[in-house]
């Protein structure tokens, strides 16, 4: 039996433009069986929302690197709350060890910081995906 295909929103939300590391996690997820819609960059939470609702996403990965996870994190957390979506939230990017409990405690599924291999990306969304159900 074939595992399933997951469908995956990658997003740029707010102002930071380095988009090189989401688009090697498109690829690596990608390469795992996933189907990866990429949204590019300066996402809004509506927006994000809106395609993971049209696509009817399995997660949603935000690539964050310029210190607005503290801010945006929670953000996110509350529109896919206020959507009503049971959809898991990932966060990669740069992320200071000592904030990653806060971003747990909200509600976060997993946060992936630099140097994350290509093994750990790819179980990570697949992870998350499956605690859900």
């Known amino acids: 039996m074939s595992e399933p295909q997951y469908r995956v ?4 939300l707010g102002l930071d433009g380095h988009d090189r ?3 090697v996690v498109a690829r690596i997820l990608r390469d795992a069986g996933m189907e990866v819609i990429y949204l590019g960059l300066r ?8 395609a993971a609702e049209e696509e009817d996403a399995d997660a949603i990965g935000l690539s964050m690197h310029n210190a607005g996870h503290l801010t945006l994190g ?8 206020d959507a009503g979506l049971d959809i898991p939230l990932i966060i990669g ?8 409990a806060e971003l747990k405690n909200i509600g976060i599924a997993a946060i992936l910081g630099p140097g994350a291999s290509a093994e750990e990306v790819a179980a990570t969304v697949r992870d998350a995906i499956s605690a859900r159900d």
């Open 9 to 12: 929103i990658l997003a740029k």
């Open 21 to 23: 590391g989401i688009k």
């Open 43 to 50: 996402q809004t939470a509506a927006s994000i929302i809106a």
């Open 74 to 81: 929670p953000r996110m957390m509350e529109a896919i709350s």
């Open 93 to 100: 990017g740069i992320v200071p060890d000592e904030d990653v």
